[in-house]
C-alpha cells in the first residue's frame, strides 16, 4: 500500500510564497507522474502541475511562471513552489502520484489535502 502526506500549507498573504511536499511511502517500485490538483469551495478539482519521473512539467495557465513543480526520485518525495500567491489561488491542495508497487501492481493515490489560504 502506497501512502502520500502532504504539507507546507497555511495562511499567507497576496504576493508571498509557500512550498508544498508531497511524500509517499510504501512498497513503491516507482513512481511514474507526480501531481499537485487543488479544489477551491464550490469548485471542481483542477490540475495545477504534474511531473514526470524522467522531469518534464506540465502546468495550468493560471500559475504558469509563479509555481515550479520539483520532484527528488531517492526520496519518493514531490515539491510545489509556489511565488506570487494570488488570492484566487485559496484551495485545498491535493497530491497525486501514480506508479507501481514492488508487487508489480499499479496504484493511483491521493493525499489528503493541505489547505492554502492567500489573503491580506
Known amino acids: 500500500q502506497v501512502q502520500l502526506v502532504e504539507s507546507g500549507g497555511g495562511l499567507v498573504q497576496p504576493g508571498g510564497s509557500l512550498r508544498l511536499s508531497c511524500a509517499a511511502s510504501?512498497?513503491?517500485?516507482?513512481?511514474?507522474?507526480m501531481g499537485w490538483y487543488r479544489q477551491a469551495p464550490g469548485k471542481q478539482r483542477e490540475l495545477v502541475a504534474d511531473i514526470t519521473r524522467g522531469g518534464t512539467s506540465n502546468y495550468v495557465d493560471s500559475v504558469k511562471g509563479r509555481f515550479t513543480i520539483a520532484r527528488d526520485n531517492a526520496k519518493n518525495t514531490g515539491y510545489l513552489q509556489m511565488n506570487s500567491l494570488k488570492t484566487e489561488d485559496t484551495a485545498v491542495y491535493y497530491c497525486?502520484?501514480?506508479?507501481?508497487?514492488?508487487?508489480?501492481?499499479?496504484?493511483?493515490?491521493w493525499g489528503q489535502g493541505t489547505q492554502v489560504t492567500v489573503s491580506s
Open positions: 497525486n502520484a501514480a506508479g507501481m508497487t514492488r508487487a508489480f501492481r499499479g496504484f493511483d493515490n
Open positions: 510504501g512498497s513503491i517500485l516507482t513512481i511514474n507522474t
